[in-house]
């Protein structure tokens, strides 16, 4: 981050390097330190002090700092120094990668070993990390799902009162167009048309309600959340759109000859 990365001066003794939190974004604010470069400080362990100077800073990475905690300040110095001041040459943590291929062994080995071998040592992993927010996922899917399936439910329901309404509102004009010679399947027709014409505006405003929504509000919330990746997925508009087009056409269907079970002179009476 600043200062200088000297080895020779780190092998001495005489100075250390402190670590520094960033953000999800790998940002530092620089007015977050707590020493500042060429700063003295007073290590003390076990009753041993020694004085070392701040050389820089460097990012550090909280998740492999002991048990994951942050408190205070973390320094970095060479193993040397570390078992000159401590006296211990056991490692607190360790840090490493694995191949790919090779992850779901690993991960089975270190469950195994944590179990059985040594219960007293924890280990943290992409799967561990995983597992921690499967639980958050499955709440989001819960709660979105459920949201989906009432609102979904709501609009439904309006569009059925809507065709009703629209029916009987017009009742007295769609006996007049049989009274002219408009035949049922016609006059059924025009409505399953209006019916689809509904659900087609429907299917577009939902479009690009949805693609707005997505790109405009989802995406960037996903780059501000480290544990987020932002996909957009397309294909249940792909399976409600049909849907929305069939109950376009059906539900005008039913609602017509639910109500126009009387004949054209007795609607037409109950009109006037």
């Known amino acids: 981050m600043d200062g200088e990365l000297d080895g020779e001066k780190l092998a001495g003794g005489d100075y250390i390097l402190e670590g520094v939190q960033a953000d999800d ?23 041993t002090e020694r004085e070392m100077t701040v050389l820089g800073h460097v990012v550090a990475n909280p998740h492999t700092n002991t048990d994951g905690s942050w408190m205070g300040s ?19 943590s360790y840090a490493f990668n694995v191949a790919e291929a090779q992850e779901r ?17 924890n280990y943290s992993s992409k799967f561990t990390a995983l597992s921690s927010l499967e639980g958050l996922r499955n709440t989001a899917v819960l709660i979105g799902g459920s949201l989906a399936a009432i609102i979904g439910m709501i609009g439904v329901l309006n569009f059925v009162n809507a065709v009703l309404t ?7 004009e769609l006996a007049m167009l049989q009274s ?38 989802l995406r960037p919330l996903s780059e501000q959340i480290w544990f987020l990746s932002y996909r957009f997925v397309f294909w249940p508009l792909l399976i409600i759109l049909p ?17 126009a079970k009387q004949s054209i002179v007795e609607r037409l009476r109950m009109a006037e």
């Open 105 to 121: 062994d690993l991960e089975n080995f270190l469950t195994r070993y944590t179990a059985e071998i040594e219960p007293t040592m």
């Open 243 to 259: 849907l929305l087009f069939v109950l376009g056409a059906l539900v005008p269907y039913i609602v017509y000859y639910a109500t």
């Open 74 to 92: 973390a320094f970095f110095l060479p193993a040397d120094i570390y078992r000159e001041l401590t006296g211990n040459s056991v490692p607190m």
């Open 25 to 47: 974004q790998g940002k530092v604010e620089t007015g977050r330190f707590n020493h500042q470069v060429g700063d003295k400080i007073t290590l003390n362990c076990g009753g």
């Open 166 to 172: 629209g029916i009987l509102t017009r009742h007295r």
């Open 180 to 217: 002219i010679g408009m035949t049922r399947r016609q006059l059924v027709g025009m409505l399953c048309s209006e019916g689809g014409c509904y659900a087609a505006l429907t299917g577009i405003s939902s479009i690009l309600l949805s693609v707005g929504f997505s790109l405009l509000i």
